[in-house]
Every structure is written in C-alpha cells, then in structure tokens.
C-alpha cells in the first residue's frame, strides 16, 4: 500500500481516529480487556499515558509518510545545488538537517528495529523534538559532525545547569499557587467593576 496515492490519507485518518478516541475515554482501562489485569487500573502512574502518545502518533505518521515516499520514489522539491551553496554545514562536508530530512534513506533502514527504536528513544518519548524518521535514521547510521564533543559536552553542562536552575525555582518559587491567587484577584476586581 505505501507508495500508492491514497496511502498518505488513510494513514492520517487511521492515526487521527485513535488520537480522537485516546482523547475522549482519556486512555483505555484494563479492565475492558479483562478482569485479570482490572487491578492495573489503579496504577496509572504520575503522567498519563495517552498525552504523551500524542508525541508518539506524530512520529508514526513521520515515519508512514517518510516510508511511503521512499517506495514512491518521489524526488525532494529541494533546488539541492542552490541549497549546497547557501548552506554552511553542506559546504564543510557535513549533511545538515535538511539533507537529513528530505533525503529518502535504503529501504534496509525502514526496519522494525529503527521504528521502535524511533517512537520509544527516551529524549523524544515524552517531550521531543518531533523529527522526520529520515533525519532520526541517518543520524543513527551517520552521526553528526557538524559540533565537537566539547561543544556537546559544553551543551550537556548547561543543560543540567538548566535542570537544576528549574528545579530549585519551582521549589522555592510557587509560582501554581501565585498564579492562582492573581487570577482570583483579577477576577474579583473585575467583578466589582462591574458592579459599579
């Protein structure tokens, strides 16, 4: 089927009835399945599942799309020598996230093992970045040297820099609970505008 014209919208339709499902029945209990696994209905955990599979449905679709052109063999609508000219990292040698993205991959990379190793790496699991399955595949083939693992590692530090910095302000900073009470402020000023 991929390849085909119509693949691309069944493949949005099919994903979009689950997302719509997943949103009205807030997930799905275990209990509808049976009354074994009932009881791991009171464990759902901190964080619900199908808000994170909103992120997850994203890259399915990436990667039926990227696998659909890939069999079709439609040809990128990238002016590829005039983007080589302009582009610093095409022109030090390296594939910037362009290339990366439009470039359809061996078919050999549209494998089961690269498409759970897609939808489940842990960085993408929860919050993203959401990128094409070909820019996630070539860089697992190919990896990046557009930055020195000093400039990675620089970026690692102010990263966890970042992490704590978040960390001790939501813990020290209430910023929920202020929030809140401004609201109930504003609103109870409006409210007594309005009465005059």
Same mark, same amino acid.
């Given at each position: 089927?991929?390849?085909?014209?119509?693949?691309?919208?069944?493949?949005?339709?099919?994903?979009?009835?689950?997302?719509?499902?997943?949103?009205?029945?807030?997930?799905?209990?275990?209990?509808?399945?049976?009354?074994?696994?009932?009881?791991?209905?009171?464990?759902?955990?901190?964080?619900?599942?199908?808000?994170?599979?909103?992120?997850?449905?994203?890259?399915?679709?990436?990667?039926?799309?990227?696998?659909?052109?890939?069999?079709?063999?439609?040809?990128?609508?990238?002016?590829?020598?005039?983007?080589?000219?302009?582009?610093?990292?095409?022109?030090?040698?390296?594939?910037?996230?362009?290339?990366?993205?439009?470039? @359809? &991959? +061996?078919? *050999?990379?549209?494998?089961?093992?690269?498409?759970?190793?897609?939808? %489940?790496?842990?960085?993408?699991?929860?919050?993203?970045?959401?990128?094409?399955?070909?820019?996630?595949?070539?860089?697992?083939?190919?990896?990046?040297?557009?930055?020195?693992?000093?400039?990675?590692?620089?970026?690692?530090?102010?990263?966890?820099?970042?992490?704590?910095?978040?960390?001790?302000?939501?813990?020290?900073?209430?910023?929920? @609970? &202020? +929030?809140? *009470?401004?609201?109930?402020?504003?609103?109870?000023?409006?409210?007594? %505008?309005?009465?005059?």
């Amino acid at each position: 089927m991929a390849g085909s014209p119509v693949c691309p919208m069944i493949l949005w339709f099919y994903n979009l009835f689950f997302l719509v499902s997943n949103r009205l029945y807030e997930g799905y209990s275990f209990s509808s399945i049976g009354k074994t696994v009932a009881v791991l209905d009171n464990y759902r955990g901190a964080q619900r599942w199908h808000i994170c599979f909103n992120f997850v449905m994203l890259r399915m679709i990436s990667f039926g799309i990227d696998y659909h052109w890939a069999c079709s063999s439609q040809s990128s609508t990238v002016d590829w020598e005039k983007h080589n000219k302009s582009c610093e990292a095409c022109q030090s040698g390296g594939d910037c996230y362009l290339k990366r993205q439009e470039k @359809s &991959l +061996a078919m *050999r990379s549209y494998s089961t093992e690269f498409y759970l190793s897609y939808l %489940f790496y842990p960085p993408l699991y929860i919050a993203g970045p959401v990128i094409s399955f070909n820019a996630f595949a070539s860089q697992l083939e190919l990896p990046q040297t557009n930055y020195s693992k000093l400039q990675i590692f620089l970026y690692g530090l102010r990263w966890i820099g970042c992490f704590i910095l978040m960390e001790l302000l939501t813990h020290f900073f209430h910023f929920n @609970s &202020l +929030a809140v *009470r401004l609201a109930k402020r504003t609103i109870q000023c409006l409210i007594d %505008f309005a009465m005059i």
